[in-house]
């Protein structure tokens, strides 16, 4: 099989990536050159900036060109190239292309880019803008398959640990250079600064709503807008041993998709969704 393009490698994403690469597939990732991932240290994304990411013993690495990609991907070593605008796809017709930006919108994927297209998230209609899409969203209905229709639109409120939803999330309070005063593991209390937002005018703080675990803060020296996510509080102390693992969230959506990958291969699936 030729390799599977996965446009995204956060971490969601990361644990679709995972799966595949473990299950015999190789994987190229097709990434921005400035990931905004803040779980970064369960986001293949990171090799972008570091140049090689390691994700639960797996090792993803930056290539710089679509045929260095093509030379390099195998399973168990996953690459990834910057190409944001998916450019490459120009030109290459993969078997399966699989959305996985996360972005709540489609930022440009087609059903006709593949033979088996794949959307993680809200944003696509499966059976017109891709085969299918898988449901993200925490509760019942995360991971399932949908075959036509859309996923649940989002929220814009997280799902809810420890007894906090939106607490949880850490937003920036204006536009500028954001600088990081914590590490991804640090326990924080309620009002403390995480770091401080570099502007025309000053710099600005940074500050926690409650009390956790940092699981997630975004690069440093990364360029936010306003209310731009820039880390997450996870309230429970055991979940530091848990900041460099891939969720149960994500593993859950990577079982779905390679549900969907297994099915093509073995002629399960056609472009119709016709058994």
């Keep these: 099989m030729k390799p ?6 956060g971490d969601l994403a990361t644990g679709t990536i995972y799966k595949l690469s473990k299950s015999g597939y190789p994987v190229i990732i097709l990434e921005s050159e400035r990931p905004s991932a803040i779980r970064r240290l369960a986001s ?10 390691e994700v639960e013993g797996m090792v993803c690495t930056r290539v710089n060109s679509f045929e260095e990609a093509l030379e390099k ?27 996985g930006i996360l972005a709540k919108k489609n930022l440009g994927t087609r059903r006709d880019m593949a033979e088996l297209t794949i959307a993680l998230g809200p944003g696509f209609e499966a ?5 299918y899409v898988i449901e993200t969203k925490r509760g019942h209905y995360l991971g399932r398959i949908i075959e036509s229709g859309f996923a649940i639109a989002n ?3 997280p799902g809810v640990i420890g007894g906090y939803g939106k607490e949880r999330v850490i937003h920036a309070p204006c536009s ?5 005063r914590h590490e991804i593991g640090d326990w924080v209390e309620v009002g403390e600064s995480i770091g401080w937002i570099e502007t025309e005018q000053g710099t600005v703080e940074v500050c926690t709503e409650i009390p956790g ?4 803060i975004i690069q440093d020296g990364f360029l936010v807008t306003e209310h731009f996510k820039t880390a997450d509080v996870d309230p429970r102390k ?4 848990y900041c460099a693992l891939i969720s149960d969230k994500a593993r859950c959506i990577a079982g779905s998709v390679l549900e969907l990958v297994s099915a093509y291969e073995k002629g399960m699936l056609k472009k119709n969704h016709e058994n």
Aim: with cysteine; charged share 15%.
């Design 238 to 241: 055991e979940s530091a041993a």
């Design 176 to 180: 500028g250079v954001f600088h990081q």
């Design 44 to 53: 293949f994304c990171q090799a972008v900036y570091v140049g090689t990411m």
């Design 127 to 131: 059976g017109n803008d891709v085969d």
């Design 73 to 99: 991907s195998a399973p168990g070593n996953p690459v990834l190239l910057a190409d944001k605008e998916g450019s490459s796809l120009k030109t290459y017709h993969p078997e399966i292309l699989i959305d």
């Design 155 to 157: 929220t814009g409120i």
């Design 4 to 9: 599977i393009i996965v446009r995204g490698g």
């Design 213 to 216: 675990v940092l699981r997630g």
